[in-house]
């Protein structure tokens, strides 16, 4: 199986300052079949689902402000919050559809007010 | 508007059985593969079975395999999850997922339901 390892577990923040999480992956997850990094990443408040933030890596999903944006490539990724919301504060995972149906997530990073 | 709705959750002895239901609407439900996704109480996001889009192809986690089973109802369109033999560490909260299209069993989970608890325990 893929692991995927973020860091940090846990992140604390201002408010309008600028947030990073890693997620790295044991192996490549480049699609030769579609020239794209097979990297989702996801937010989840407390008591909800989690939500789709951003898929190839770096595209947005419909609707997600623009303040998020994902970066990376091979085994290497970034989610990037470029100024902090108080809105954001939740737990954000990553994960590999790479190895289809064999989906993993990372453990989850928890970001917070500083 | 999407819609996921989990249903069949509770409390179960350890060894017995449960099958949750998902019921989902806004969208032509045999055009997508669907999963259900576990998150064990202050855990993180664990991946438990998958469906192909007529149900022909389904995948399971090594840590189920063999005790759970998911079938769809397009008819009704409906996901389900037998879960039989059931241990302790299933306790979780039990998501249903749409995936994005792509290959068999889809790509990245663009749409979740609530969640059904399911508490294994004595």
């Known amino acids: 199986d893929i692991v995927m390892t973020q860091s940090p577990d846990s992140l604390a923040v201002s408010l309008g300052a600028r947030a990073t999480i890693n997620c790295k992956s044991s192996?490549?997850?480049?699609?030769?079949?579609?020239?794209?990094?097979?990297v989702a990443w996801y937010q989840q408040k407390p008591g909800q689902p989690p939500k789709l933030l951003i898929y190839?890596?770096?595209t947005r999903e419909s609707g997600v402000p623009d303040r998020f944006s994902g970066s990376g490539s091979g085994t290497d990724f970034t989610l990037t919050i470029s100024s902090l919301q108080a809105d954001d504060v939740a737990v954000y995972y990553c994960?590999?559809?790479?190895?289809?149906?064999?989906?993993?997530f990372g453990q989850g990073t928890k970001l917070e007010i500083k | 508007e999407v819609q996921l709705v989990e249903s069949g959750g509770g409390l179960v002895q350890p060894g017995g059985s449960l099958r949750l239901s998902c019921s989902v609407s806004?969208?032509?439900?045999?055009?997508?593969?669907m999963q259900w996704v576990r998150q064990a109480p202050g855990k993180g996001l664990e991946y438990v079975s998958a469906?192909?889009?007529?149900?022909?192809?389904?995948n399971y986690a090594d840590s189920v395999k063999g005790r759970f089973t998911i079938s769809r109802d397009n008819s009704k369109n409906t996901l389900y999850l037998q879960m039989r033999s059931l241990r302790v560490e299933d306790t979780a909260l039990y998501f249903c997922?749409?995936?994005?299209?792509?290959?068999?069993?889809?790509?990245?989970?663009?749409?979740w339901g609530q969640g059904a608890l399911v508490t294994v325990s004595s």
């Open positions: 997922v749409r995936a994005a299209r792509g290959y068999s069993y889809g790509f990245y989970f663009d749409y």
């Open positions: 806004g969208f032509i439900f045999n055009d997508f593969a």
């Open positions: 469906s192909s889009t007529y149900g022909e192809s389904t």
């Open positions: 192996r490549s997850v480049l699609s030769r079949s579609y020239n794209k990094n097979s």
């Open positions: 190839w890596a770096s």
């Open positions: 994960q590999q559809y790479y190895s289809t149906p064999l989906y993993t």
